[in-house]
């Protein structure tokens, strides 16, 4: 088995596919390589702009599949795992392609993050690893770990587990996964790619607070804002963000909120009009647009110049016909072909870098001749824009425009302009008939509007109108701000209360590991009492053995008892028989014949003894005669083997010990040992024994 091989094996899990060896990945959990497409774009866009190879750190590096993928491409990789067996595959990895500049250390995420400098990285990944540091730490705390990070990187990629996954992390996320990256800058949600551990998609983002990225094109954030323009005030509640960069405008809109369906109608609306714009007029090109289930995006050709309201803003000096007119032609231009602008505003108006006028918001052009707020009529609503425009005055759109649709209060020659629409049938009206009145009026007008019944009763009607509309913002003014204070209130109590749920959801799941590890302590008990009582009742059945042997034993020892008393009355009824008195002679002659004949048979033994001690040891002094006496010897060698243990025991050899013999020659076979009698038995031998010898005496 190759060391590689041996690396793999002893991984707990294998998770990605293992780089450069197609045949060690099989059963990976997780393919991978559908998300190495988005990061293997977005590589290559930002090493475009930083005009170099990217140092990319890779959090969560498993086994390397992403880190090494771009070390091939150029990048100088570090990649960071808390698991040892993942660090070495990688290791192992990295020693097959030295020319790879990269590095693999084992640590802590969150501990490694508090070290990284500004600039260190170009590119950090964080796949699928930052849900158990919300679980562990808090989302609050994450959020702010990532803001860090993405100050001091130019993009980020990560990948998030949802709250709604059903494993024990779930309930810790957020409910919108963006909560953990919305202040960056720029935010998108590139895929969704299934996981091994349940039915659910995890969402794929690039995140940065220094380029955009959107479908294979990015460059470097010149400027940003949530607003369309200066008045926008929060309009849409961030559910937009524009950008600004060398060569693109780029717009995201979120399509999953409130104002969502508006969103992506007027994304793709503007998107299906720049493909195919009517013929003549003239709109920045069109690069690419999509969406997906929260956003739409759309990157155009940037127009140089700025918006009209901001020129206004500044009172700069401005050919207000010239404006007039420039917008007109377009307007003309839109309603011959059938087209419409429902948003006709200064903000939506730009002054190119030739200051000529141009509109722009082309997801506000439709079929339908009808403006999107009040006053609806296209041609009133142009008034009121016309009001702005010629009197450099621009009223807050909230909570409706200004109330201005009278042309009396309007300077000349622009009065008598409007005044000559009034004049025409509403069927009449047409953007090409003002633009044909406007180039016919003179530059200097006429002279002004003379004040009839009907002028006063629309400029009271107006003022009224006005006033009641200011008044109405004001209180709206501090509804919202009420409105945000109590939203403020409520956030800081939801999050309070997400603190407080996830310190129960922790203490349940420390309660849950101690009933748990209880219940598997009471398991272990009741086995370790169910083996006692076996040992118990194996131990109560040989005490019921050996107690039984006890009652045995003791049943003997009775018997033995009853026998040994018997014994003791029959030698005492036979000592004070008659015949032991009268054979008392007999006794006494056999025992002191005996003594004299043991005497003489001794004394025969030491004189035998003696003598062949001596004729031994003369023997042995003469070799001649010791060799002779020996080879006779060897004739008989039952007599040889008698007297060499004779020499022995005189000690005419070697030393031995001579056995102990018995007063009483024959007794020890006749009599039984003292360890198969009783006690009682062995007292009543010797009573009998000392009885013998008292009688023996006397």
């Not at 998107?271 to 920045?284: S, Y």
Request: proline content about 5%.
């Amino acid at each position: 088995m190759s060391t590689i091989e041996s690396r793999v094996a002893d991984l707990p899990e294998l998770y990605q596919p293992i780089f450069g060896h197609p045949e060690l990945s099989e059963g990976s959990s997780r393919t991978s390589h559908d998300r190495l497409v988005h990061i293997t774009s977005i590589y290559k866009v930002v090493e475009k702009i930083q005009e170099r190879p990217l140092k990319v750190l890779d959090l969560g590096c498993a086994q390397g599949f992403f880190s090494l993928n771009l070390a091939a491409l150029g990048a100088s990789v570090h990649g960071i795992d808390y698991l040892e067996q993942n660090v070495e595959v990688c290791r192992t990895l990295l020693a097959e392609h030295p020319e790879f500049k990269a590095q693999f250390t084992f640590g802590k995420v969150e501990e490694f993050l508090e070290s990284v400098e500004p600039g260190q990285y170009d590119l950090v990944l964080g796949l699928s690893v930052f849900h158990h540091l919300v679980y562990d730490l808090g989302k609050e705390r994450i959020k702010a770990v990532i803001e860090q990070l993405l100050h001091k990187i130019t993009v980020f990629i990560g990948e998030f587990a949802l709250a709604e996954e059903p494993l024990y992390w779930g309930p810790a996320q957020p409910q919108d996964p963006r909560y953990l990256i919305g202040n960056s800058a720029f935010l998108h949600e590139l895929s969704r790619h299934p996981t091994h551990l349940a039915d659910i998609q995890r969402p794929l983002y690039v995140a940065s607070n220094q380029i955009w990225y959107l479908d294979g094109i990015g460059q470097r954030i010149l400027s940003w804002t949530p607003d369309s323009h200066a008045l926008a005030d929060g309009a849409h509640q961030g559910a937009r963000r524009y950008y600004t960069s060398d060569d693109y405008f780029v717009k995201v809109f979120r399509i999953d909120g409130m104002f969502g369906p508006r969103n992506q109608k007027e994304l793709a609306q503007e998107a299906e009009f720049l493909r195919h714009p009517p013929a003549g007029f003239d709109t920045p090109r069109h690069f690419t647009s999509g969406g997906n289930d929260a956003e739409s995006w759309l990157v155009t050709e940037r127009i140089e110049g700025e918006l009209l309201l901001d020129v206004i803003a500044r009172a700069e000096p401005l050919d207000k016909r010239a404006v007039l007119l420039d917008v007109l032609r377009q307007l003309a231009a839109l309603e011959q072909q059938g087209f419409y602008h429902d948003d006709v505003r200064v903000w939506n108006v730009m002054l190119d870098s030739g200051r000529k006028a141009r509109l722009i918001d082309f997801g506000s052009i439709g079929n339908q001749p009808e403006d999107c707020v009040w006053p609806h009529n296209l041609y009133l609503s142009f008034m009121i824009f016309v009001k702005e425009v010629v009197t450099g005055v621009v009223d807050k759109p909230t909570p409706l425009r200004e109330i201005a649709i009278s042309p009396f209060n309007l300077p000349q020659p622009y009065a008598d302009w409007m005044n000559g629409l009034w004049t025409q049938p509403v069927s009449a009206w047409s953007f090409q008939l003002l633009l044909d009145s406007l180039e016919a009026a003179t530059a200097g007008g006429g002279e002004p509007v003379q004040e009839t019944s009907t002028v006063l009763w629309m400029s009271s009607i107006e003022s009224a109108l006005q006033a009641i509309k200011k008044h109405l913002h004001h209180v709206e003014s501090e509804e919202i701000a009420t409105r945000s204070a109590i939203d403020a209130r409520l956030k800081a109590l939801d999050e309070k209360g997400d603190r407080m749920a996830l310190i129960y959801e922790r203490h349940l799941a420390e309660l849950e590991r101690d009933r748990s590890e209880l219940t598997a302590q009471l398991n272990d008990y009741t086995q370790a009492n169910r083996t006692l009582e076996e040992q118990l009742r194996s131990f109560q059945a040989s005490s019921d053995h050996w107690h039984q042997r006890a009652i045995e034993n003791e049943a003997r020892a009775a018997t033995s008892e009853a026998r040994a008393s018997n014994s003791e009355q029959r030698v005492q009824a036979l000592l004070s028989s008659t015949s032991w008195f009268m054979t008392k002679p007999m006794r006494v002659a056999v025992v002191q014949g005996s003594r004299v004949t043991r005497q003489l048979l001794a004394a025969g033994k030491a004189t035998v003894r003696k003598s062949l001690v001596v004729a031994i040891r003369k023997a042995a002094a003469r070799p001649e005669a010791k060799r002779q006496i020996v080879k006779l010897l060897n004739h008989y060698p039952s007599l040889a083997a008698r007297l060499r243990q004779f020499a022995r025991n005189q000690g005419l050899t070697v030393a031995a010990s001579r056995p102990a013999g018995s007063a009483m020659p024959g007794m020890a076979q006749a009599i039984p040992g003292d360890d198969a009698l009783s006690s009682r038995a062995h007292d009543v031998l010797q009573k009998f024994e000392k009885a013998i010898k008292t009688k023996d005496v006397h």
